[in-house]
């Protein structure tokens, strides 16, 4: 298109303004740092794609289009999608008529409304079409939910205008574990990764072994190339970044004969698939390469045959399922798919719908293996940066995509000749326009199954490189879009996923575009190679923490083929370098040197073994320098694990140049190398624990030491309360700061048995808290007298544990933390021996069990052990102030050894919100007696805990008449199991005080039925006679559920009197009983202190406690 108005200066200024009001760039910096100006004919090409029509006939009518450009918010009240913040203050510019009374409510998701602030006047004016009209801004409400909205703007009693309303996070906060401790994992090309079961391509079941291989050497995520949707009908491209579809799925990744209904072939036919399967797989080891197409004539077929089986009534209420959740877009792109095989049926149609089904089961099989096999992310799934030109997603998508337009990159060092994606870029009007929903389904499909995801080119949601059709990538612009609107959609969907973003962020973008992704909580990308000044490598620890680091990337050779410059001979000989190649390689060949001079100054880790030869020793010395930066995420390339020397891709090439992306995984002499070889390469293992130890080295460890009781056990039974609770979350809580936790306990075997706390930890996976048994006396269950005999055996074998692991040795034990009398000697002697502090925990204390409860009867060795405690502990670790002061008067504990730190709640499992079931009902909610007031006990059953308090305040509210029988005015239930010998019979004591009728029982439950019963009851009743906190209360409340306790120890702190629930004096039948009767006599005013009690109870953080306790070990 050649634009006919002369371009002089005041022309070229003209056009230049109406490209920047519609989002176009007229100028730019190149990598170089000079300045660039786009040609006109580029501009007015690309303004046309926007649908801008550009005058070609003068200046006056030019002047009249920047002027149209101008008001065109002045034309609308809204616009079509605004964004805001939750928890922050954001205001909507609306325009009206002077004078207007304007009024605004925001529809939530959820279908509830709240209404918007008032508006401001801005004091601008402007007169269009003879209409004068004024800028306000309308405030939106802060306390707006993430998701997405709608705002319905009203002037003067009319519906006038209606926007999307994106409301994003503050800040996505899924990457915060990972700066606290930093992760790794392998990057790997799965269509290059096959094994003897694949069919000539990598699938999931080659993805989860070879994260399953990773995962044992300690890492914590896999990262794939895109998994995006292939071309049914046609050959598939090569390149898994040029997909039909980034919405939907690749189908090559799917194992066919792991579908179940492959089994429900004929046995004939399976073999007959088998084989052809099998040939394939056999031409890649032979040394062929990725043949897509030789794949998918044999896989559509074989899936064909699969499909017409059938399928159970569970799998097909299954799939069922799964074609509801997708909706539309589903059936769309399945309609496409149809008509792309030119069979456009209803079966076709189903069939392709299956597909897609069956590709997203074992994308979901692979997840669950991957963090199953200790990854704290497991699957990161790279997401393209468009589609085909010729692709589904431009039938599916319509205008939001620009036909007219590809994606690009100006040119840069690595690319000479600029760079030319063959995909449609977004459209940015017609984006905002539907309300990001294109962008927001693609995202929703990609963070499905993952725990992490990369996008590629994210830059590509600030600005991108449009090249017009049958230009050359160097002809190009940029075009702006919405970032604040972009990275909001990102951030909910990856919020609501709980995925990981990585932004690869390099290449040529304005300055403060890495700090808007890294205020949004997005990672950046480091490459190892670029992160040089004039060839000199910078210092690993000044790069980026929240980012991703990695010593290559898939557009540049594995290192052993970088080391050697394989992609300078491949450029020279295809001509791509513009420029002298002698000078190119020489300054190659300056920086490599430059890195491994700064490599080779890191000490030698004697653990890793000797390499295979001098090109691997480089390779682990570049990979352990790389991993001496702060960034929160490493990636380690497959390729380098293996040694692999050839290039998967080499951009600005094309297939007929260099078979891009087809290079089976190899070795270094090219041999492939199948994934379930890896566990088994010493090359393999020696770089990942290379990489695992140099992250690992700086981590301090936290040793915790619960000798008489597991954490793992199940509250409210023998000896597991609320300490098994306390050290879980402790331990969880202290992962979560960046540290690794080892927490010992005695085990009953004759050696030591090493596990990790579940993934089902609030926000922990495995692997991130190892969890020793450590062998200590006979075999068996001992009471706690027997156990106190056996102490120092325990400490020793713990001891022995360590050093075998080399933490004492590395010095790496921040502190050790004691819990209960019986945890002290052992505590004692694995910190004099690591030279860290010793903490200690009491939890209860002889002396004030003894005065609170006079049947309680504790040994003379207790009460002698906790006053060696109090007097040599380093640091005495309290729940409550009354718990120091306890320590203080009884066991003359100096004060500056004291450190209060509240434990905390886990709001993940105790909340208001969820399924409420009182013990004895069948549904939510239900009790067949429906009384005024249910009355839950929770705890260990023994006379501490005080059960048969409430039970004979019960009897003494029926002998007072308040519980008259045959009224249903209270039930009670007492959840727990015996523990000690002072347990009493509560069964027994109901019959006698004539309660039976009220009261029933059950075993301690798992703490997700704890919280149902906890929201199901009016009233969680407390009577201990001394508890150091009590997290029953906080637990209770957290639920929305008030307590009723004994005024005693913590439960002081733990209830907030007559806001949260209410302290009962004495502990005793007739104080309780008097305490009952009053919340009969008033049980609305009771129930009204839900909302307090919540609140209260989410202030109680076990993340604030594990800052505290790190905080005060800093201080000592």
């Not at 890492?219 to 939907?248: M, T």
Request: with cysteine.
């Amino acid at each position: 298109m050649r634009w006919r108005t002369p371009v002089n200066r005041a022309a070229q200024d003209l056009l230049h303004r109406l490209a920047r009001l519609h989002g176009v760039q007229p100028t730019y910096v190149g990598q170089d740092g000079s300045d660039q100006t786009v040609a006109a004919d580029v501009l007015v090409e690309v303004l046309s794609a926007l649908g801008v029509d550009v005058p070609s006939d003068g200046m006056v009518a030019l002047d009249a289009a920047v002027q149209a450009a101008e008001e065109i918010d002045w034309r609308r009240v809204v616009a079509p999608t605004v964004v805001a913040v939750s928890g922050s203050r954001r205001t909507v510019p609306l325009t009206v008529r002077p004078g207007a009374e304007v009024a605004a409510t925001v529809v939530c998701e959820d279908g509830s409304h709240v209404l918007a602030g008032a508006t401001d006047s801005l004091g601008e004016r402007r007169s269009v079409d003879s209409i004068e009209r004024e800028r306000r801004h309308l405030q939106l409400p802060e306390s707006l939910p993430v998701g997405y909205h709608r705002l319905v703007v009203s002037v003067d009693g009319r519906t006038v205008a209606e926007a999307a309303v994106l409301c994003a996070p503050e800040r996505l906060t899924t990457a915060e574990p990972f700066l606290a401790r930093r992760g790794w994992g392998a990057s790997a090309q799965l269509y290059s990764v096959t094994s003897s079961g694949s069919w000539g391509i990598g699938d999931m079941h080659d993805a989860a072994t070879v994260a399953a291989a990773a995962a044992e050497h300690g890492a914590d995520f896999l990262l794939l190339n895109p998994l995006h949707a292939i071309d049914p009908g046609h050959a598939p491209l090569d390149s898994p970044y040029s997909p039909v579809s980034r919405r939907f799925l690749n189908v090559q990744v799917v194992r066919v004969p792991e579908i179940p209904e492959f089994a429900d072939l004929p046995e004939a036919e399976q073999q007959r698939w088998l084989s052809a399967g099998a040939a394939l797989q056999a031409a890649v080891d032979a040394g062929g390469p990725i043949d897509r197409a030789a794949v998918a004539e044999v896989q559509w077929p074989a899936l064909r045959a699969v499909h017409a089986v059938g399928r159970s009534a569970e799998r097909q209420a299954a799939y069922e399922r799964f074609c509801a959740d997708q909706g539309r877009g589903l059936e769309d792109f399945a309609s496409w798919c149809a008509v792309r095989t030119g069979t456009d049926t209803e079966d076709e149609r189903d069939f392709h719908r299956w597909c897609q089904w069956v590709a997203d089961t074992q994308i979901a099989a692979a997840q669950a293996a991957a963090v199953s096999s200790g990854m704290r992310l497991g699957l990161m799934l790279d997401l393209a940066v468009g589609a085909d030109r010729h692709a589904a997603d431009l039938a599916l998508l319509g205008d939001q995509l620009v036909e007219s337009m590809s994606v690009g990159a100006p040119p840069d060092m690595y690319n000479q000749l600029g760079q030319d994606w063959s995909q449609h870029p977004w459209h940015p009007k017609a984006l905002a326009d539907n309300g990001y929903a294109g962008l927001r389904q693609m995202l929703g499909t990609v963070m499905r199954h993952a725990g992490g995801v990369r996008i590629d080119h994210i830059l590509g949601l600030f600005r991108l490189w449009w090249v017009p059709a049958g230009r050359g990538p160097r002809e190009g612009a940029y075009v702006s879009y919405d970032h604040e609107a972009m990275l909001a959609v990102l951030t909910i969907e990856a919020q609501r996923a709980g995925v990981v973003v990585v932004g690869e962020d390099l290449g040529t973008f304005e300055p403060w575009v890495q700090q808007a992704l890294a205020d949004a909580g997005i990672l950046g990308t480091t490459i190892l190679w670029f992160e040089n000044r004039d060839g000199v490598p910078t210092e690993p620890g000044t790069h980026r923490a929240l980012a991703m680091a990695a010593v290559n990337t898939h557009d540049l050779p594995p290192t052993a083929g970088y080391l050697e410059g394989v992609h300078l001979d491949l450029r020279e000989s295809l001509g791509l370098v513009d420029g002298d190649p002698a000078d190119e390689r020489a300054g190659h060949e300056h920086t490599v040197a430059g890195f491994l001079d700064a490599a080779a100054q890191l000490p030698s880790d004697p653990a890793l073994g000797r390499p295979s030869d001098e090109t691997e020793a480089k390779i682990l010395a570049l990979h352990r320098f790389a991993a001496g930066s702060p960034a929160a995420l490493h990636a380690v390339a497959l390729v380098d694990a293996v040694g692999e020397r050839r290039i998967q891709n080499q951009p600005g090439t094309t297939q007929d140049q260099y078979r891009n992306w087809t290079v089976p995984l190899g070795g270094p002499d090219g041999a492939v190398v199948h994934a379930d070889e890896i566990a088994a390469s010493p090359r393999a293992g020696r770089l990942f624990d290379a990489v695992d130890r140099r992250l690992r080295q700086d981590v301090p460890v936290a040793v915790l030491v619960a000798f008489h009781t597991h954490p793992l056990d199940q509250p409210g039974q023998g000896d597991a309360g609320g300490l098994n609770t306390y050290v879980r979350h402790e331990a969880a809580a202290l992962a979560r700061t960046g540290m690794r936790p080892v927490v010992f306990t005695r085990g009953t075997g004759p050696d030591p048995v090493v596990s990790a706390l579940p993934s089902a930890a609030p926000r922990v996976q495995a692997e991130e808290v190892t969890v020793v048994e450590v062998p200590a006396g006979p075999g068996g269950e001992l009471s706690k007298e027997d156990l106190a005999a056996h102490a120092d055996e325990f400490a020793g074998n713990a001891l022995a544990w360590l050093d075998q692991e080399g933490l004492v040795a590395d010095e790496q034990i921040a502190f050790v933390h004691g819990h209960y009398w019986l945890s002290a000697p052992a505590a004692r002697r694995i910190a004099q021996a690591a030279d860290a502090p010793w903490l200690h925990t009491m939890h209860t204390v002889a002396a004030m069990k003894m005065a609170a409860d006079p049947d309680a009867a504790e040994s003379d060795e207790r009460r002698a052990a906790e006053r060696e405690i109090a007097a040599g502990a380093d640091l005495l670790v309290v729940n409550s102030p009354g718990e120091a002061r306890t320590l203080m008067e009884v066991l003359d504990a100096p004060r500056r050894r004291i450190v209060v730190a509240t434990p905390g709640v886990d709001t993940d499992v105790f909340t208001p919100a969820g399924h409420a079931w009182w013990p004895g009902g069948e549904a939510e909610d239900v009790d067949p007696f429906d009384p005024e007031l249910r009355v839950l006990f929770a705890g260990r059953i023994q006379h501490h805990k005080g059960p048969q308090v409430l039970i004979s305040a019960l009897g003494e509210l029926r002998r007072r008449g308040v519980l008259a029988p045959g009224t249903d005015r209270l039930r009670a239930h007492v959840n727990g199991a015996p523990s000690g010998a002072d347990t009493p019979d509560l069964a027994a004591l109901a019959e006698a005080e004539g309660v039976a009728d009220l009261v029933t029982f059950s075993e301690p439950v798992p703490a997700d039925q704890l919280a149902a019963q906890f929201r199901a009851a009016d009233l969680v009743a407390m009577p201990s006679f001394s508890e150091s906190y009590g997290l029953v209360a906080l637990e209770a409340q957290a639920c929305g559920t008030p307590v009723l306790a004994h005024r005693t120890g913590g439960l002081v702190h733990a209830v907030a009197d007559g806001a949260t629930g209410r302290l009962v004096r004495q502990n005793t039948p007739q104080a309780w009983a008097d305490a009952l009767e009053r919340v009969l006599q008033d049980p609305a005013s009771w129930r009204a202190m839900s909302g307090e009690a919540e609140r209260r109870a989410r202030s109680h953080t076990w993340d604030d406690y594990a800052r505290r306790l790190r905080a005060a070990v800093a201080g000592l």
